[in-house]
């Protein structure tokens, strides 16, 4: 069974740079058809679908975080990876990384149904303050 782990800094300040990290342990980053998503849940709010890469390398991303968002991965560490950059405290949420058997779905953008990912990692969580 898959098993994700999240990995990275819990403090991070105004206008710097947000990177995470997921661990895939259980199977591998390339499998297909999946995909390896990020994300996020600030305090009090629903989640936010962040982004996603493809067992092919494909991204894709929210259209809202897009500008300041980078997702890459690493095969030989069977890893993939977040950046955020220029980032403010309405940036602190925990941050999740997930895997999904379909294509990221545009409705993704709005709200993210549970039921569209079978794995999940724990989650961390990410503070944005001076």
């Known amino acids: 069974q898959v098993q994700l782990q999240e990995s990275g800094p819990g403090l991070v300040k105004p206008s710097q740079t947000l990177s995470l990290t997921c661990t895939i342990s259980?199977?591998?980053?390339?499998?297909?058809?999946?995909?390896w998503s990020w994300i996020r849940q600030p305090p009090g709010k629903g989640r936010e679908w962040m982004g996603a890469?493809?067992?092919?390398?494909?991204?894709y991303y929210n259209p809202s975080l897009k500008s300041r968002t980078t997702i890459s991965r690493d095969l030989s560490k069977n890893q993939f990876s977040l950046q955020l950059n220029s980032v403010s405290p309405e940036d602190t949420a925990v941050y999740y990384c997930?895997?999904?058997?379909?294509?990221?779905?545009?409705?993704?953008?709005?709200?993210?149904?549970?039921?569209?990912?079978?794995?999940w990692g724990q989650g961390t969580q990410v503070t944005v303050s001076s």
């Open positions: 997930a895997r999904s058997p379909i294509v990221p779905q545009t409705n993704w953008y709005y709200s993210t149904p549970d039921n569209d990912f079978d794995s």
């Open positions: 259980g199977g591998s980053i390339t499998t297909r058809y999946y995909h």
């Open positions: 890469i493809s067992y092919e390398g494909v991204k």
